[in-house]
C-alpha cells in the first residue's frame, strides 16, 4: 500500500497532467535537456524558487500559482522546439531565455511583445486563448465541456478541444484557417 504522501504525490502529477498536459517533473527535465539547462537555471528563467520547482518537479506542489511563470513556460516550451526543430540556435535560445526570464504578463493586450518573446501576434493571441482558458478549468474539464456542446454545437466544442487541450501548433493552424 502506498504512503499518504506517495498518494498525493501521484495525485498532484494526475492534476499536473490535466491542467498542464504531462506531470511537471516531465515537461522541466524535458525543457532542462533540450535547452542546456540546470534546475537552477531553470527555476531562475521561470520566476520560481528552487525549493518550488523541486516541489512541483515531485509532485508536492501540484499548480503553478503565478500567471506570470504560466507564460514564461508556455515561452520556453516554444523555444525548446525551435531548437529541437533546428529553426533556433543554442546562442538564439540563450538570449531569448533572458527575454523570457524578464518578461511581464500581458492578458490583456495579446499583440504585446513581452506577452510570448519573439513570436508572431498569431502566436500569442493563441496563446493568451490557452491561457485564459486554462486558467478557467483543466484541460479534462474543458474536453468533458466540449463533449456536452458537440451535438450541436461543433465548432464550439472543436474550440475548446483545440484551445483547451490541444497543443499550440494546432491552436495556430486552427486560429490561421479560420481567419477570414
Same mark, same amino acid.
Given at each position: 500500500?502506498?504512503? #499518504?504522501?506517495? *498518494?498525493?504525490?501521484?495525485?498532484?502529477?494526475?492534476?499536473?497532467?490535466?491542467?498542464?498536459?504531462?506531470?511537471? =517533473? *516531465?515537461?522541466?527535465?524535458?525543457?532542462?535537456?533540450?535547452?542546456?539547462?540546470?534546475?537552477?537555471?531553470?527555476?531562475?528563467?521561470?520566476?520560481?524558487?528552487? #525549493?518550488?520547482?523541486?516541489?512541483?518537479?515531485?509532485?508536492?506542489?501540484?499548480?503553478? =500559482?503565478?500567471?506570470?511563470?504560466?507564460?514564461?513556460?508556455?515561452?520556453?516550451?516554444?523555444?525548446?522546439?525551435?531548437?529541437? *526543430?533546428?529553426?533556433?540556435?543554442?546562442?538564439?535560445?540563450?538570449?531569448?531565455?533572458d527575454?523570457?526570464?524578464?518578461? !511581464?504578463v500581458?492578458?490583456?493586450? #495579446?499583440?504585446?511583445?513581452?506577452?510570448?518573446?519573439?513570436?508572431? #501576434?498569431?502566436?500569442?493571441?493563441?496563446?493568451?486563448?490557452?491561457?485564459?482558458?486554462?486558467?478557467?478549468?483543466?484541460?479534462?474539464?474543458?474536453?468533458?465541456?466540449? *463533449?456536452?456542446?458537440?451535438?450541436?454545437?461543433?465548432?464550439?466544442?472543436?474550440?475548446l478541444?483545440?484551445?483547451? !487541450? =490541444?497543443?499550440?501548433?494546432?491552436?495556430?493552424?486552427?486560429y490561421?484557417?479560420?481567419?477570414?
Amino acid at each position: 500500500m502506498e504512503s #499518504p504522501t506517495t *498518494d498525493a504525490a501521484t495525485r498532484a502529477r494526475e492534476l499536473q497532467r490535466s491542467w498542464y498536459g504531462e506531470p511537471l =517533473g *516531465d515537461l522541466f527535465r524535458r525543457l532542462i535537456a533540450d535547452l542546456g539547462l540546470n534546475q537552477a537555471k531553470l527555476a531562475g528563467v521561470l520566476g520560481l524558487s528552487a #525549493p518550488m520547482l523541486s516541489q512541483l518537479m515531485s509532485g508536492n506542489r501540484a499548480k503553478i =500559482g503565478n500567471p506570470a511563470v504560466v507564460q514564461r513556460l508556455q515561452a520556453l516550451q516554444d523555444l525548446a522546439a525551435q531548437v529541437c *526543430d533546428g529553426s533556433a540556435t543554442a546562442a538564439d535560445a540563450t538570449a531569448r531565455m533572458d527575454e523570457i526570464r524578464q518578461s !511581464a504578463v500581458s492578458v490583456l493586450n #495579446p499583440t504585446s511583445s513581452t506577452a510570448v518573446p519573439n513570436a508572431s #501576434p498569431t502566436r500569442r493571441v493563441v496563446r493568451e486563448i490557452q491561457f485564459l482558458l486554462r486558467s478557467l478549468a483543466s484541460a479534462q474539464e474543458l474536453l468533458k465541456a466540449a *463533449d456536452a456542446l458537440a451535438a450541436d454545437h461543433h465548432e464550439l466544442a472543436e474550440f475548446l478541444r483545440v484551445y483547451g !487541450a =490541444g497543443r499550440t501548433d494546432d491552436a495556430v493552424a486552427h486560429y490561421e484557417a479560420h481567419q477570414s
